[in-house]
Antibody
Framework: EVQLVESGGGLVQPGGSLRLSCAASGFSFSGYWMHWVRQAPRKGLVWVSGINPDGSYTVYADSVRGRFTISRDNAKNTLYLEMNSLRAEDTAVYYC?????WGPGTMVIVSS | DIVMTQSPDSLTVSLGERATINCKSSQSVLYSSNNKNALAWYQQKPGQPPKLLINWASTRESGVPDRFSGSESGTDFTLTISSLQAEDVAVYYCQQYLGAPTFGQGTKLEIK
């Protein structure tokens, strides 16, 4: 069974940084594109970033490009999202996804 | 980017009646390897992650009641709930997963 479990969320001040992790199990992690999707409070689902199976190619939404960095460690079956220069509008639940499989999400709150 | 246009934004239906939600993709989401459309439907209740109902446009996820069904015609997709139950009150999203995932804006389903 595919399992994705995010961690690393929390409260951070504007301009601060946070690193999210996603532990994957139940499938061959190194064979799949992985993505981060976020959902701001009472809003819809928005794709944030994606990474190809071997980690050599990454893509970002315009709203986070230059501030967020996606990466993966296939030996550890773990996906990461390094978030810098955080803004209030980055406040959201962040989900790790593999096509139609989702983790439970981790909450990020950017506030002073 | 593939734009997903979902309608209506909200829907009020009586218990036992049919609910229909539509989604249109701005371009084909046909996955060439299996000749199926990479289109999923989710149900989301407050405080919970999206729950997968349908993938490949019409394949019901295991455990999902058979009152939920998906259909397709080119780039037009439909989620139908044949006989609305009280527990179906939620927000519903469509998603394409051919490339970087994109989502419809959501449909809030309520009981009349």
């Amino acid at each position: 069974e595919v399992q994705l479990v995010e961690s690393g969320g929390g409260l951070v001040q504007p301009g601060g940084s946070l690193r999210l992790s996603c532990a994957a199990s139940g499938f061959s992690f190194s064979g799949y594109w992985m993505h981060w999707v976020r959902q701001a409070p009472r809003k819809g689902l928005v794709w944030v970033s994606g990474i190809n199976p071997d980690g050599s190619y990454t893509v970002y939404a315009d709203s986070v490009r230059g501030r967020f960095t996606i990466s993966r460690d296939n030996a550890k079956n773990t996906l990461y999202l390094e978030m810098n220069s955080l803004r209030a509008e980055d406040t959201a639940v962040y989900y790790c996804t593999r096509d139609v499989r989702w983790g439970p999400g981790t909450m990020v709150i950017v506030s002073s | 980017d593939i734009v997903m246009t979902q309608s209506p934004d909200s829907l009020t239906v009586s218990l036992g009646e049919r609910a229909t939600i539509n989604c249109k993709s701005s371009q084909s989401v046909l996955y060439s390897s299996n000749n199926k459309n990479a289109l999923a439907w989710y149900q989301q209740k407050p405080g919970q992650p999206p729950k997968l109902l349908i993938n490949w446009a019409s394949t019901r996820e295991s455990g999902v009641p058979d009152r939920f069904s998906g259909s397709e015609s080119g780039t037009d997709f439909t989620l139908t709930i044949s006989s609305l139950q009280a527990e179906d009150v939620a927000v519903y999203y469509c998603q394409q997963y051919l490339g970087a995932p994109t989502f419809g804006q959501g449909t809030k389903l309520e009981i009349k």
